[in-house]
């Protein structure tokens, strides 16, 4: 990391902190998406309409969630399996084997429910599921793109003992370093 002038710039993102901390405020969303989503994103920023984009916005939600118990219930009444279609076909090139492993589902399960657009995953299911797409969405936000986000996870990390951050998603404890590892990123925070 290089501080040249005002601006700090991140080893490895191509971009200054400032430049990363004013595409946090505005990153990835549309205005229609912002108009639809204020609420949460004046609560919490806006990783969390980036998730929920990943996993098919509109096209899957009953209703437009307004906070963080809305989307507590949306995740326990049963997010809809075509939500799993959605997120493999925004983080594509990612196999589904890696997929498969991040939720904890099997490949064949994995497959069965991107095929079955009714049904619905179990509450353990859609909370990995949810809490992906959501390590995703902050990637995203953090290292400026999807491509860069989907890149970083599948990589060794310096900051996790060199190794992928998507193989610590398996377990909460590696989900947490993974969280904490974008933060430290996200202020410029190696050590």
């Excluded at 290089?2 to 991140?10: D, E, I, L, N």
Aim: hydrophobic fraction near 40%.
């Amino acid at each position: 990391m290089a501080t040249h002038g005002t601006h700090t710039h991140r080893a490895g993102t191509g971009t200054t902190a400032s430049a990363a901390s004013a595409g946090a405020r505005q990153p990835h969303i549309s205005a229609e998406s912002r108009k639809r989503y204020r609420a949460l994103i004046d609560a919490n920023g806006t990783h969390l309409v980036i998730a929920l984009e990943l996993l098919g916005g509109q096209e899957v939600l009953s209703r437009t969630p307004e906070n963080l118990l809305d989307l507590h219930h949306w995740v326990s009444d049963g997010i809809p399996s075509v939500s799993i279609l959605h997120l493999a076909h925004a983080i594509e090139p990612l196999p589904s084997s890696a997929l498969s492993e991040a939720l904890g589902i099997s490949v064949r399960t994995l497959h069965r429910k991107k095929g079955a657009p009714s049904d619905t995953l179990s509450v353990a299911q859609g909370g990995r599921t949810f809490k992906f797409a959501e390590i995703v969405a902050k990637a995203t936000v953090v290292l400026g793109s999807r491509e860069a986000a989907v890149r970083w996870l599948t990589s060794p990390a310096m900051g996790l003992d060199q190794q992928k951050p998507i193989d610590l998603l398996v377990t909460p404890v590696g989900t947490q370093l993974v969280e904490e590892l974008l933060d430290r990123i996200e202020y410029g925070v190696y050590a």
